[in-house]
C-alpha cells in the first residue's frame, strides 16, 4: 500500500508540475501618442513589456535596433510594417507590436498592430477607444496582448488528471495482480504420474 501512497503521489506532482511558458517573443517598438503627457507614451511601453512577459526583448534593445533599421528623416517606423518587419528580424523575434495612442480630454484611442517579421503571414490589429482616467488607459494596454495573442489550451498529456488517473489504474493493476496472486493456503501439491 505505501508503493501506491508513493506512485500517487509522484504522478500528482509530475502532473502538477508543467513549467510555465515564456511570454511572447515579441519585440515592443516606442509608443506613437498624441495628446499624452509627457512621459505617458514610455510609461504605457513598460505596461506592455510588462504584459508580454519575459519572452519580449528590452526597450534599449529594441530602440537601438529601430535607430539602425529607421533612418532619422522617417520619424514614425511603427506605421510603416517593411520598417517594422526589419526591426524584428534585425532583433531575431519573430514577432513585433506597435502601439499608437490618441487622447483628447478623456478619450483616448488604442490601435495595437502585430507584424510577423515572416512576409508570408498576416498581421493582426486591435483597436479600442477608452473613456476615462489614465488609469483605464493603462488596465486596456495590459489586456492587449491577451487579444492578440490567444491562449492555447495545454497539452492532454500536461493535465494533472491525466497523471492521476494513470496512476490510478497503476495502483488497480498492481493491487490486482498482488490479489489474485496471493495464495489463500498452503498449496497442494500436484504430481503428474509419467507414462
Given at each position: 500500500m505505501r508503493g501506491?501512497?508513493?506512485?500517487l503521489a509522484v504522478a500528482l506532482v509530475a502532473g502538477c508540475s508543467g513549467a510555465q511558458r515564456p511570454g511572447p517573443r515579441v519585440a515592443v517598438l516606442p509608443?506613437?501618442?498624441v495628446g499624452l503627457p509627457p512621459g505617458a507614451a514610455a510609461d504605457l511601453r513598460r505596461e506592455l513589456l510588462d504584459a508580454c512577459g519575459p519572452g519580449a526583448p528590452g526597450a534599449a534593445a529594441t530602440d537601438a535596433a529601430v535607430r539602425e533599421?529607421?533612418?532619422a528623416s522617417q520619424p514614425g517606423c511603427a506605421a510603416e510594417p517593411g520598417c517594422v518587419r526589419r526591426v524584428g528580424q534585425r532583433l531575431g523575434v519573430p514577432q513585433v507590436l506597435g502601439l499608437s495612442v490618441a487622447s483628447l480630454a478623456r478619450t483616448h484611442v488604442l490601435?495595437?498592430?502585430l507584424v510577423s517579421t515572416d512576409e508570408t503571414v498576416a498581421e493582426r490589429e486591435v483597436s479600442e477607444t477608452v473613456v476615462g482616467e489614465a488609469r483605464l488607459l493603462a488596465e486596456a494596454v495590459r489586456g492587449l496582448p491577451g487579444r492578440l495573442f490567444p491562449a492555447r489550451a495545454p497539452r492532454w498529456y500536461t493535465r494533472p488528471w491525466v497523471w492521476l488517473g494513470a496512476a490510478a489504474l497503476a495502483g488497480v493493476a498492481i493491487?490486482?495482480?498482488?490479489?489474485l496472486t496471493r495464495a489463500s493456503g498452503p498449496r497442494p501439491d500436484v504430481t503428474v504420474p509419467l507414462p
Open positions: 501506491l501512497g508513493a506512485l509608443v506613437d501618442a533599421v529607421a533612418p490601435r495595437a498592430r493491487s490486482a495482480t498482488v490479489v
